[in-house]
């Protein structure tokens, strides 16, 4: 089945350490997405790419780098320099554009220890 | 800037009833494309409408439709026939018409009671 996959489900990071949040698709989409989403707000965009080898920064892509040296996968790491990164994340994809149907992960519940 | 406001932060509707979610935006273009994005417990987003903003006929999918009026930049959904499945925190969002970012309101959380 074509879909989105992220891991790991949760993930709880100890202060000062980078962590890494995996986003896989095999739909053959050329934009990928990342966003945060925070208890009783909408969704925020973090970073996005719209091609290999390129990407943007979002709304709120301080504390945050992503890669895309693949068209299949765009992780994101969550810095130590991202104070409050207690937040749900998603990964979501579409064949060109944000006008079109976006199809997004499950998501990961990152944590502070 | 593209805003999107959903002014109604929890519902409840009984079983087989109707129930509108209200949204405003605000953007000053004038070709853009609407959504509405429900997000259940498992926390899985499904999209659940699409409204292009040159279509003047409101978007449908089954029990799910909108009221889109352009000039008052508004963007309800209505839910009829009401299910249980139905419970979720559902999302309005506005993107442009060859844009990459894609804005979200606040949510609404809707409770299906039996």
């Known amino acids: 089945d074509g879909g989105i996959t992220q891991s790991p489900k949760y993930l709880f990071r100890k202060e000062g350490q980078n962590v890494t949040l995996s986003c896989e698709q095999n739909l053959n989409h050329d934009a990928m997405y990342w966003y945060r989403q925070d208890p009783g707000q909408g969704l925020r965009l973090i970073y996005y790419?719209?091609?290999?080898?390129?990407?943007q920064k979002g709304d709120i892509a301080e504390g945050y780098s992503v890669s895309r040296e693949k068209k299949e996968s765009f992780p994101l790491t969550v810095t130590s320099a991202q104070k409050n990164p207690t937040a749900f994340y998603l990964c979501a994809s579409s064949i060109r554009a944000t006008n079109e149907k976006l199809f997004f992960g499950s998501g990961t519940q990152l944590s502070v220890l | 800037a593209q805003t999107v406001t959903q002014s109604q932060p929890e519902m409840s509707v009984q079983e087989a009833e109707t129930v509108t979610l209200s949204c405003t935006y605000d953007?000053?273009?004038?070709?853009?494309?609407l959504f509405w994005y429900k997000q259940p417990p498992s926390r899985q987003m499904i999209l659940v409408i699409r409204q292009e903003a040159y279509k003047q006929q409101n978007a449908t999918e089954n029990r799910f439709s909108v009221n889109f009026q352009k000039a008052a930049k508004s963007f309800s959904l209505k839910i009829s026939d009401s299910q249980l499945g139905d419970t979720a925190m559902y999302f309005c969002a506005l993107t442009m018409e060859y844009g990459n970012k894609l804005v979200f309101g606040a949510g609404t959380i809707l409770r299906v009671k039996s």
């Open positions: 790419s719209q091609i290999v080898n390129d990407f």
């Open positions: 953007t000053s273009e004038n070709n853009y494309y």
